[in-house]
């Protein structure tokens, strides 16, 4: 079973913040946080991962909480093309479990 | 286009045949990943290499489902006797030891059993 829980659903006007939450209370210490998200009919994508750091990259940032039972993905400025099912997941070495993710529509 | 190629990208078959599917990953990554996607769900984990080693494998993984990676490169996923329920995305992932936390995915196999 999937060790994180994502809201199925949220909607994002164009060009403001995404934050998508994610919480994955049972996580272990090796475990890192990844985010992936899957754009209809196509592979996901990898976004970014963490440890315990927050972390930021080309295309998003990662908030983890310090006891690092959840975290947040922040996409600054959300376009059309961002809408997508976004993955959190938790693990180690890419071996990668997949929930159900967080459908996410951005509106114009 | 230097990502990873999954070869069939759609494969129509009548259920007891036999299918098999190619990944070639990107061509310094080591590592190669197999999950099965169906409709609404995400990705499932089924097998992982590590060259030409095969090192984890899911209980999803049946007995009628193989997986080879004869000479560290490309990789064939094999189903025989395929059943209805196979029916699915397949899709390939690759990763680097010095960047193992970073998959890149395929654009996948359709199979469906008729």
């Known amino acids: 079973d999937a060790k994180t829980t994502q809201p199925p659903s949220m909607d994002c006007a164009e060009g403001r913040a995404a934050n998508l939450p994610c919480n994955h209370s049972?996580?272990?210490?090796?475990?890192?946080v990844y985010w992936y998200r899957q754009i209809h009919s196509q592979g996901p994508q990898y976004i970014i991962h963490?440890?315990?750091n927050n972390e930021t990259n080309e295309m998003a940032s990662l908030i983890i909480t310090e006891d690092r039972k959840s975290s947040t993905l922040i996409l600054p400025h959300a376009t059309l093309r961002d809408t997508a099912v976004y993955y959190c997941?938790?693990?180690?070495?890419?071996?990668?479990?997949f929930g159900a993710g967080t459908q996410v529509v951005v509106t114009p | 286009d230097t990502g990873v190629s999954q070869d069939p990208r759609h494969k129509i078959t009548k259920r007891g045949q036999n299918v098999t599917f190619r990944c070639d990953p990107i061509?310094?990554?080591?590592?190669l990943y197999w999950y099965r996607q169906t409709l609404g769900q995400g990705p499932e984990f089924l097998t992982y290499?590590?060259?030409?080693?095969?090192?984890?494998k899911s209980r999803l993984l049946s007995d009628r489902f193989s997986a080879e990676r004869p000479k560290g490169s490309f990789s064939t996923l094999e189903i025989q006797r395929t059943e209805q329920g196979d029916s699915a995305m397949y899709l390939c992932?690759?990763?680097?030891?010095?960047?193992?936390?970073?998959?890149?995915f395929g654009q996948g196999t359709r199979l469906t059993v008729v």
């Open positions: 992932a690759s990763s680097s030891s010095f960047r193992v936390n970073e998959a890149f």
């Open positions: 049972t996580i272990s210490g090796n475990e890192y």
């Open positions: 963490g440890l315990k």
């Open positions: 997941i938790v693990g180690s070495w890419g071996k990668l479990q």
């Open positions: 061509s310094e990554h080591n590592r």
């Open positions: 290499f590590q060259n030409e080693a095969q090192l984890e």
